[in-house]
């Protein structure tokens, strides 16, 4: 019989932490919790698979799920020694989603379970507090109304309201019992007008339309959208958890928080987190009471006058801490948890990995490593490649001046400066419109998503740390800064104000979240620091990867760059980028517009004098590391205007009649130009200008030797061969050119000439090519729209679509398709090494720095990757975990030992 059901509780439980794809990450982890004998109210969880055969089989449970179910709710009233309906004793419960990966807020969520006419009473007289019993049961009636029974939040907020007015107060907890008995009467009357029907009293019929809700919540459309913004698959499904209720909203020796058990922010070893007394769980993350922290420390530095966990109940502090403790040293990773305090006792209600920003997740698993937790490459492991982009932002610059209106906490870092919006909607048009916006809420909830993912950060003036804006802007890597208290915002009129300083809707902010500030305007920001974290991360990378990392570069700026971010040589200088800008646009036209012979050599020896300039720069930069220079690749065409105007000024500067540049432009005009008279093309038609690019190559060498510099090996590179003969005839000109220049400057140099593999063609005969081609490189960009027959230009248009519908699970023009393209390159590898051994290989397109692009590139055998400047640490990184798998090594995972209680100290409950 399949097992639809999973129990825990009690120092044990039928599932464990790995079991996530079955019982969903919240309950996979209840049940590790439970197993090592935290503190744990029972419950049970209703598996994924009952979620997708509940889709699959038109909304209707599997048949045994019902027993199965009873089985479990008898398991609960026996471990916490209540009974589920009963008079006296009642048990109630929650009843919660819980998917693989975290979603959070994304689906429903039902509390006080098992309410009703009768059991409230019963709590009332067991918890000694009538208003407690009360305004749970208020509570209970409105959340199942809404998540069960679908009737508009609004008609209960109406009727509380009215209960206020009623009372003349202005807060719901001002309200006393009689109101609350009152309002829940009133509630029930509204739900019967609403959907023709009583409010289920039977505890057995709640259950069943909680669990229904959870389940169809998975298909709501905030989820859809959590789901497609992070690639989470629909056929996941979640799982339900149900699990005895603990209060912590019962009176003043009650609390409940959430913490992270390492600085989620800048990933410090410190205990963080924050908690309310008298509340309940929802209310810390919803941003509305302002809540306190868990250390004297945390309280002290945020200047927070509330006291901490640590003074209000010093001894819950230090079991807590002992959790804490136990947690990391069993799972290896910092935690993200959530507790309860009911009458002075401490639950755990979830442990899941915490979410970090890029910094922070460097500093832990440095950290971690440093501290013999994990290893130096489980450290590697786990950190995502991705992360590393995030580090590479800009930070404010220190020295601009700032006018700060008001400060925050520094909830995600990074800085972001914008227009202000004030909804999500507005931020997702005004993105759309290609605006930057900074969106600016009192507080945010899960339907803000979009306009979260459209902002360049937010802002928000209520909620702390864990706020739903701080949650999500990390996970996003956006910058935010959360509970700006002074920011005091206007919906309405569309406007911030601070003091005396007004910020209408459009006008631009700057927020920093690192240190938290507002600051009015746009402040100028300075490239990213590499904290300490980062340098050692990438030092063992180093150690652990077998690929190199190269860069493709032309400009100083960008050489410089690469070198800093620890880029072994250039793997592609794209030469044509050299001639695109100012003066030598000009003489790159008169050379194409040459009326004769003579006339070419003239405008080809001012571009020999430009082009040895920039090599010789970015040889001298590079220091000795290889560099790889590729000869011209664009079609002509793309040199010369085609308005009439432009053209008028063309022939100008070049001194040539109009009706030339009218003449050449039509000559040089191509149907389809990326499959045409570029690449080897032009240099077999156009020798002279090989032979030159041949020549600035190798005397630029020659100009960094005879300086005293670290004499590079040349590289010169062959774009887009399709035929031996191509390359021949080409590697001809150079070798000639090579052989000239060693003799006019008396010297001797080391160069190579290799090929670009572009196209198909070119796989197929790598072995023929490799008998002259002493390197290949995989132009994977053109090789990718060569192989799909698919422009790089215009696949835009629909490959979206694609992706939408599955035919192709990536952008192939992202991500290396490893079946495809890669069949090819992998055919490629083959052949080329069998003709020449040990054949120098590596990748210069796009994919070069993806990760999964890398590592299909280190299982191939390739010997470096080449990526742009600002991916070489991503690419550094991905080499190493792609070293590391293909030893064996996984992500880390935690301990999967039995592991025996540490403190079996959940009795009946
Ligand atoms: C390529 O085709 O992958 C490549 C690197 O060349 P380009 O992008 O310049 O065509
Ligand atoms: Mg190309």
Known sequence: MVQWVYNFGAGAADGRAEMKNLLGGKGANLAEMASIGLPVPPGFTLTTEVCTRFYEDKCTYPAELKGQVAKALALVEERSGQKFGDATNPLLVSVRSGARASMPGMMDTVLNLGLNDQTVAALAKRSGDRRFAYDSYRRFVQMYSDVVLGIELSHFEKLLERAKQRRGVKQDHELVVEDLEK????????????????????????????????FNSWMNQRAKTYRQLHDIPEAWGTAVNVQAMVFGNMGSDCATGVAFTRNPSNGTNDFYGEFLVNAQGEDVVAGIRTPQELTIQAR??????????????????????????????????????????????????????????????????????NEGLISKSQALMRLKPELIDQLLHPTLDPKAKKQVIAKGLPASPGAAAGKVVFSADEAVRRAKDGEKVLLVRIETSPDDIHGLHAAEGVLTTRGGMTSHAAVVARGMGRPCVAGAGAVQVDYAAARLSVGSVAVQEGQILTIDGVTGEVILGEVPTVPPQMSGAFGTIMAWADEYRTLQVRANAETPNDARQAKEFGAQGIGLVRTEHMFFDGGRIIAMRRMILAADEADRKAALEELLTMQREDITELFRIMDGRPVTVRLLDPPLHEFIPHTEAEMAQVAKAAGVPLNRVRRRATELQEANPMLGHRGCRLAITYPEICEMQARAIFEAAAAVGRAGGAVPVAEVMVPLVATLQELSILKEVVEKTAAAVQKEQGMNFTYRVGTMIELPRACLQAGKLAEQAEFFSFGTNDLTQTTYGMSRDDAGAFLPEYKAKGIVEQDPFVSLDQEGVGELIKVAVERGRTARNGMKMGICGEHGGDPASIEFCNKVGLDYVSCSPFRVPVARLAAAQAALKLRGEKALQPSTKAAKPLQPTFGPW
């Open 300 to 369: 002290k530095s945020h200047g927070s006058d509330l006291p901490s966990l640590e003074e209000v109940m010093p001894n819950i502090f230090r079991e807590l801490c002992t959790v804490r403790q136990q947690l990391e040293t069993h799972y290896k990773d910092m935690q993200d948890i959530e507790f309860t305090i009911q009458q002075n006792k401490l639950y755990m209600l979830q442990t899941r990995t915490g979410k970090r920003t890029a910094h922070a997740a460097l500093q832990i698993a440095v950290d971690m490593a």
């Open 183 to 214: 309002l829940v009467m009133d509630y029930k009357a509204r739900v019967h007008v609403e959907i023709g029907m009583d409010f289920p009293e039977d505890p057995h019929e709640q259950l069943w339309g909680a669990i229904g809700a959870v």
